[in-house]
């Protein structure tokens, strides 16, 4: 096809890639005498309408998009040639070599170079998920990824910056709304596909997955399908010398499962962002053996479930005592309605406050037996909740992540009353967020508190006050 006249404007000058119906092209445009990119696709045996549903697809999303760091949208037209029958696509031309490309020719990536070409692909799935629809690429991979020349021919190690990022190819784009019931239709290539894409299920979270994998390509030089895989993990530790916190990262953004992995672009890049202290020391408290809280935490959220305390004397105490008081009172009550009028409109009035109590009562005896305490945190609030069967009670409500100042955990100590007796006062755990306190109640066991205070101030990056 060199040299042929397509649309009567673009004369082709190389063939760039060829796939099954599909034909990706150089041309030069003649009333511009630009470069441009022309993707064709041909009808022909092995034609089939799901593929010209996603040529039209990228055609549309590329018009609708405006991004320094993707390709243009030019042009659309059919192709009505003795040689040819079929729809081109023409896009600006980007002179730039895919990271495919790079590592093909030896070329290797250190981990400041992989984590700041991680970072500008971020920042462009920052602006596509945000659309609305949002914008899902669903191929990322090194051959859709082109990193051109930050140094103008001079050695790109010479320099702090890796090189301009750009995002190509958007031949597989879903730009239906993400959600369960979205698109069923299986595309991506093998490797770098999330679990979920290949039931045809896919979200904002899944392009995450694919750059997660990309950039163990880049680190490790093993197409990712080659690496070992344990529970449908990837493991690619010990093919790359990676730094703790950047393995850690990149184990989330590979996380089979959706609910561990990273849930959007900018939590990602914040993450990766986030400073890690390098020479503190670590004080690893495990989880006390037999404790029945509920501790879950990734880079993105921390959740802490306290149960019921179960019966114990003290509570079963208190539930028989209170309904010998509400029986009491609902006897006084009875008889009150049965005087005559108004009095027993004020003996009820005066029942009132009993009522009160002994609900009080009621609801702290089913509290400690069928209730639980749950803390939430993520990059955006914190909440303390009571919950019991359906009901949920904020005490006190919830509060932005960003506010949180103080850490304080007092382990138990003894102290003396105003006549010098010697009294315990029990270990607390406490999460400030300006003057306002979240307390972990419901934790009897020290070890426990401890424990939980060690969890929160790694996560939080906050020190424990005492």
Request: avoid cysteine; charged fraction near 20%; hydrophobic fraction near 45%.
């Amino acid at each position: 096809m060199i040299g042929e006249i397509l649309g009567e404007r673009y004369e082709v000058q190389q063939l760039l890639g060829k796939k099954a119906g599909r034909r990706t092209l150089l041309a030069r445009d003649l009333e511009t005498q630009e470069l441009v990119v022309i993707k064709l696709l041909s009808f022909g045996g092995d034609f089939e309408w799901d593929s010209l549903k996603l040529f039209e697809r990228e055609a549309e999303t590329l018009k609708s998009l405006s991004h320094p760091l993707i390709p243009h949208y030019l042009n659309y037209f059919e192709v009505n040639l003795p040689t040819i029958k079929g729809f081109a696509l023409v896009q600006t031309y980007i002179p730039a070599k895919t990271l495919d490309q790079y590592l093909q020719t030896g070329r290797t990536f250190t981990e400041a170079e992989v984590k700041q070409i991680a970072k500008a692909l971020l920042e462009i799935l920052i602006y596509l998920h945000g659309l609305y629809p949002p914008v899902i690429h669903r191929d990322i991979k090194p051959s859709n990824i082109l990193l051109g020349d930050a140094y103008g021919g001079r050695s790109q190690r010479s320099g702090s910056s890796v090189g301009q990022v750009y995002l190509v190819d958007f031949g597989s784009v879903q730009t239906v709304l993400a959600t369960e019931t979205g698109t069923r239709t299986v595309v991506g290539t093998y490797g770098y596909m999330p679990p979920e894409q290949f039931g045809g299920r896919t979200v904002a979270a899944s392009d995450l997955y694919s750059l997660g994998a990309t950039l163990i390509y880049l680190m490790t030089g093993i197409y990712p399908a080659d690496l070992p895989q344990k529970d449908f993990r990837i493991q690619f530790e010990q093919a790359a010398n990676l730094s703790p916190s950047f393995s850690n990262w990149l184990k989330l953004m590979i996380e089979p499962s959706l609910e561990r992995r990273f849930s959007s672009a900018a939590i990602a890049i914040a993450a990766l962002e986030k400073p890690q202290p390098t020479n503190l020391p670590t004080l690893v408290v495990g989880k006390p053996d037999g404790s029945k809280i509920q501790l879950t935490k990734n880079l993105d959220s921390l959740e802490i479930i306290v149960p019921s305390a179960g019966f114990e004397p003290s509570i079963i105490f208190t539930g028989l005592f209170a309904i010998v008081w509400n029986s009491f009172i609902l006897v006084w009550t009875i008889g009150a309605l049965s005087a005559p009028f108004p009095i027993n409109i004020s003996f009820a009035l005066f029942s009132l406050p009993f009522w009160s109590a002994g609900f009080v009562m009621m609801s702290k005896f089913l509290f400690h037996l069928f209730g639980r305490i749950r803390l939430r945190l993520n990059s955006e609030q914190i909440a303390l909740t009571w919950e019991l069967f359906s009901w949920k009670f904020y005490r006190p409500r919830a509060s932005s992540r960003q506010s949180i100042n103080k850490l304080v955990y007092i382990p138990k100590h003894f102290t003396k009353d105003s006549e010098g007796t010697r009294i315990a006062v029990p270990a607390k755990l406490d999460i400030w967020v300006g003057v306002k306190k979240y307390q972990l109640d419901g934790v009897k066991s020290e070890a426990e508190l401890e424990w939980l205070a060690h969890e929160l101030s790694d996560w939080l990056g906050l020190p424990i006050q005492q």
